[in-house]
C-alpha cells in the first residue's frame, strides 16, 4: 500500500465546520451528563423522602 504522504493543511471551510462539529457534540455530551446527575439526584431524594417517611412497624 503506498500513501502520498502526510496530508496537507485543511482548507478553512472545513476547518471550521469541524470545530462546529466539535462543539455540537461537546455541548450535548455535557446536556447528557447534566441530565443524567440532576436523574440520579432526582432519584436519590424520592428514596430519601419515602425511608424518612415510611410508617415504622
Not at 10 to 27: L, T
Not at 38 to 49: E, K, L, P, R, T
Amino acid at each position: 500500500m503506498t500513501t502520498d504522504g502526510p496530508p496537507g493543511p485543511e482548507p478553512e471551510e472545513q476547518r471550521a465546520a469541524r470545530r462546529a462539529r466539535e462543539k455540537y457534540g461537546e455541548r450535548h455530551m455535557w446536556m447528557w451528563l447534566a441530565y443524567f446527575l440532576f436523574g440520579i439526584h432526582f432519584i436519590a431524594f424520592v428514596m430519601i423522602y419515602a425511608v424518612t417517611h415510611a410508617p415504622s412497624k
